[in-house]
């Protein structure tokens, strides 16, 4: 019988199958399905080739020797001996093809050729018995008969290929009913119904054996081509080194286990099978444990110290149980994880980290913070966090570039990690802020010596590129549990005592008290009543009288603001304007400011003037100058009437944009002055941008020049570089005549102090406006 098989779009009769619209006919899985089904096929064929040329040659040579005598001699023997070697080849055919295996694919002519020799096996049979069965004697056809049922039912040999069977029957059934038509008239009824009954019985029987054969086949192939799927899956997995693959017995000994893992190990797999697993990844407890619980596993990490250094492997397994319940072991895959354990801890590294100076970052010193605070709360002792702040650190940046400034802090990094060593942990929580988190803070002599050390390690000299630069540094400390049981509260009880540090001159170190809390607390109540005040119309303006010096008129005022706190009282300024700048509050104040000293002015004449302070936080804001704008739009306030005052601590703001925002103000028209010149930074620089028309000297200049012939110096200088900008000079703090005659005489053209007037309310000023106004009517 050819190695024939049925496509996969072929039936099992060898109808063919039409393929779903817009499908392929073929793919790879029908076609190995295909293949199984192929090879299930030929080696049932060879199985029962032998019983069935056996079968066909016993049943030819029976009834060979039932018609010697009525069938010539040589026609018997040439017939039998013709069907014995025709079987005998196929026979031989079928036995063989299992050696040559089965294709991938095979069509419905490989099918029908099948059919077509199991046809001519059948009609070579039946052509001597039919022909000659009409005129045998009855003894002879009930040997024909019985002949041609078995062989009817030796259909069973070919249910492999359940088209061949059919055509098998078929073929044997066509001749005997030709046969039995030209011999009824010799043929006993009732044999004649024995043999329908076993031909039709036999034929049913093998047509139904058949079927139910081709079915178990094909269930054969599919679970052959999904186990050989699932095989060719496993290989890749192992060749492409993705992982292993490992099996155990019910008491935890390797079964199976692939190349990779004893190449990991060093070792070769006989010494690993058979023994336990645990104890050949070196006792790992927690694969111990997991094994011990016959529950599904993943991602179980192990370490393993092997010949090639440490290695990480990750394991995932399943129990086996069989069919009655019974734990058989566990099967499982492993995975060697160390480049992506090393990759991890690269990416963690980073994330911990600060990039510049290498030390912990600040999400890194909170967890520092929190496993110093869980350590200290188990053993009853203290911790501590320190806040370091760098003093005189921006100038540095503004002055040599920001790559000398970082170069300062990797250098601050080196030094507090040689001071700290292994008593703490060095932290950088962003620009020239460092943390230090102290694990065991139980003495506090301790740590105020550690603090000393610090300051006076940070403040030596830094020398780069020939260039000596001098910073220093400003430290608040706070204790745990002490101070605080959290992170955030002990965070911020430390950042408070910084504050502190830093209102106390710098270079110092402050401890975080409760002091410290209840100030941090009534500052707090009174930022809420700051906000709730400017609504609330508890601010006012008061006016300091503005006087020209040649005459002693009336020029215009300086608009000072002042808080009557419904329960504190009267609150000076030096304590809620920083107060505004710390929290925001300064731009909402700003703006009434403004307001109010633009509804002033718009009461008295076009020759007073008003001038108002701005902080450098409002200088930040890009809408200042239309702020001011409509201020005066909505009074309709000439702008020169306006003057702001601003202090030299605006070139040291973070803001690049305040000299920007200047320029726009003074395009409106708006006079800029700026005030306390000479206590700050003195950017001269800033005085040939086109922006000032007015300087004035701070008060302190004026008290002293009585007395200090320097001061007097510094002032001349003051008024002749101004002139040389064209600038106007007003002296502040003038409390005497002598101050009054002593300005006039070095040039200051305008005079504001005490000895022409205190701060006023409207009322008052307004009453000072009318007065300057009639003595200027009867002059």
Partial sequence: MPNAVLSPDVDQFGETAEAPAGALPYDAGDRLRAAHLHRRQIEGRALFAGPLAVTASLAALITAWAMIGSVPHNVVFGWAALVTI???????????????????????????????????????????????????????????????????????????????????????????????????????????????????????????LTRWTYAQLKAVATAATEAESVRSLLDEYEQRGVGWLWQ???????????????????????????????????????LGRALLSRQPFANLEMELKTRSGTRWISLAGDPIVDAAGRFQG??????????????????????????????????????????????????ETACAIMFLDLDGFKPVNDTFGHPKGDAVLKSVAKRLRKVVGGGGHVGRMGGDEFAIVIKDASSRQMVEALAGRVIEAVAEPYNLDKAEIRIGVSIGCAFGPADGRSVDDLIQKADLALYQAKAQGRGTCCFFSAALQNEMEDRLRLEQDLKAGIGAGQLRLLYQPLINAADQSLMGFEALVRWHHPVRGMIPPNAF??????????????????????????????????????????????????????????????????????????????????????????????????????????????????VFHKLKIDGSFVREAGA????????????????SFRMTITAEGVETADDFTRMRDLGCHQIQGYLFGRPMDFERATALVQGTMQRRLRA
Avoid at 89 to 99: D, E, F, I, K, L
């Fill in 86 to 208: 025709a079987n005998f080849v196929s026979c031989q055919r079928a036995m063989a093809a299992p050696a040559h295996g089965a294709g991938r694919s095979a069509g419905a002519r490989a099918t029908w050729l099948a059919v077509v020799e199991a046809m001519g096996l059948a009609a070579l049979w039946s052509a001597l018995p039919c022909y000659a069965f009409a005129t045998e004697p009855a003894e002879v056809q009930v040997v024909i008969g019985g002949a041609m049922a078995a062989m009817t039912g030796a259909a069973i040999a070919l249910a492999a290929t359940p088209a061949a069977a059919i055509a098998w029957i078929g073929t044997l059934t066509a001749f005997f009913c030709v046969a039995f038509y030209f011999g009824s008239a010799h043929l006993d009824p009732k044999i004649a119904a024995t043999f329908v009954l076993i031909s039709g019985a036999s034929a049913f029987s093998v047509a139904r």
């Fill in 248 to 286: 155990l017995d019910s008491e935890n000994r390797v079964v199976y286990i692939s190349s990779r893992m004893p190449a990991l190990l060093g070792r070769s797999a006989s010494q690993l099978v058979g023994h336990s697993l645990p104890a050949a990844l070196g006792g790992s407890s927690a």
């Fill in 330 to 379: 566990y099967r499982g895959v492993g995975q060697d994880v160390t480049e992506v354990k090393k990759n991890q801890e690269r990416l963690t590294n980073l994330a911990n980290h600060d990039l510049l100076s290498g030390l912990p970052n600040r999400g890194r010193v909170r967890q520092l913070l929190a496993e110093a605070l869980s350590g200290a709360a188990g053993v």
């Fill in 577 to 690: 304007i920083p107060l505004a700048e710390e929290s925001g509050l300064i731009v909402e104040l700003g703006e009434w400011v403004i307001e109010e000293a633009c509804r002033a002015a718009a009461c008295w004449p076009d020759t007073i003037t008003v001038a108002v302070n701005i902080s450098a936080k409002q200088l930040t804001s890009a809408a200042l100058p239309n702020m001011i704008a409509d201020a005066l739009g909505r009074h309709r306030m000439p702008p020169n009437r306006l003057e702001l005052e601003v202090t030299e601590s605006i070139f040291m703001s973070d803001s690049p944009h305040a000299l920007d925002v200047l320029k726009r103000l003074r395009a409106l028209g708006v006079g800029i002055a700026l005030d306390d010149f000479g206590t700050g930074y003195s950017s001269l620089g800033y005085l040939n941008k086109a």
């Fill in 708 to 723: 200090n012939r320097e001061t007097v110096a510094i002032i001349q200088s003051i008024v002749q570089l101004a002139r």
